[in-house]
């Protein structure tokens, strides 16, 4: 430097409450009456390997004692900032709209109460927005654990992203031969937990959003293809997907009537979320035909495991299901009409097959 040039002047320091950079992000918790796992998920959102001051974690759940525990972390991790919203009897597509509503983060990150991340979820995922502006939506890959948390053998829907593929896919909504090539394998896991969306995806579409009480994944998917941006799917498995006898899904292992029950509520709220899907698409001509064939399979499902459905009905839903059997991956197309032709002949017996080969997918 030249005696005579002038000293850049020293960088000021930052003042201790001054806004921090861009890429905030929000942990967004939902919660439901379990709370057996409850604190090893908080615990994991702070054991990130990602700045404190530039990430909030926001609890939002229907139980009181929830914001107890919440209390406790904050105890252990001064550092962090953790919110508690506590909310009233409502379906999971509602509790997310409050939450995503309320969040303050750019970036908000889905957690179930019984799952878990690894500590390079938050920075990888923060990192990918941060590469790619067009990015409204990351899913990544996941990892089974018990309900101890040892990893079990990961397959199908939950390994990586249930394709080929050997690294991370960018996939352009505009590209509609893209966009088809990666929804048409029904294979992808698209559990919570494994979901990461830009807040300004979500906000459009927040009323559609609260009427959804379950397939809130699928939802937030077609969300962000319809917006015709860009969507990446990572093959690192950064969620900890934990099975155990809690979840509704898991639970239909059991063979009660209650859980039956519910699964078959859960079939009905899984068509009218794909009615609302279909609204949302309209005018994307290659979402429609797969929101089509999701609608088909969802009847046919639903068809078999309501033992109210007569046969006729479950012998149209199944001849409906038929030309799209093949654009879905093998074995979820040929087991559904396998199972729905067992349902044609004896219920009793397709029920007690169905509820074996849900323990088997969930490593009981």
């Known amino acids: 430097m030249n005696k005579g040039a002038e000293c850049p002047p020293a960088a000021a320091s930052p003042s201790p409450n001054a806004v921090q950079p861009p890429w905030n992000a929000t942990v967004l918790v939902t919660a439901y009456n379990r709370s057996a796992f409850l604190e090893r998920a908080l615990e994991s959102a702070c054991l990130q390997e990602y700045e404190p001051s530039r990430y909030e974690i926001l609890l939002v759940s229907n139980v009181p004692e929830h914001g107890e525990t919440l209390e406790g972390l904050k105890k252990r991790y001064p550092q962090h900032r953790l919110r508690f919203l506590r909310v009233g009897d409502m379906g999971i597509g509602e509790m997310l709209a409050v939450g995503i509503s309320t969040s303050e983060g750019k970036v908000v990150c889905l957690l179930n109460d019984d799952d878990e991340w690894t500590p390079k979820k938050l920075p990888r995922v923060v990192s990918a927005f941060q ?97 015709g941006r860009q969507l990446l799917f990572i093959r690192e498995p950064l969620t900890l997907y934990r099975v155990h006898g809690g979840g509704m899904s898991q639970a239909s292992g059991t063979g009660t009537i209650q859980s039956w029950a519910k699964l078959v509520q859960n079939d009905r709220w899984d068509l009218a979320s794909w009615e609302i899907i279909r609204t949302m698409a309209q005018g994307n001509p290659a979402l429609l035909s797969l929101v089509s064939r999701e609608q088909a399979f969802s009847r046919l499902v639903s068809a078999s495991r309501d033992e109210q459905a007569s046969r006729a009905q479950l012998a149209r839903a199944l001849v409906a299901f038929l030309p799209y059997a093949t654009l879905m991956r093998r074995w979820p197309g040929a087991l559904a009409i396998a199972w729905s032709l067992l349902s044609l002949l004896n219920r009793g017996l397709s029920r007690r097959v169905y509820v074996v080969s849900v323990r088997v997918q969930s490593g009981g």
């Open 131 to 227: 590469s790619h502006p067009g990015l409204v939506y990351v899913w990544n890959g996941v990892q089974r654990i018990s309900a101890m948390g040892d990893r079990l053998q990961t397959r199908g829907r939950f390994a990586a992203s249930g394709r080929s593929s050997k690294g991370d896919e960018l996939v352009e909504a505009t590209h509609p031969s893209e966009l088809v090539r990666v929804l048409r394998w029904r294979a992808l896991g698209f559990n919570d937990s494994a979901i990461s969306v830009l807040r300004e995806l979500v906000m459009p579409v927040l009323p559609e959003l609260r009427a959804i009480r379950t397939n809130e994944d699928s939802f937030l998917l077609h969300a962000a293809a319809v917006s």
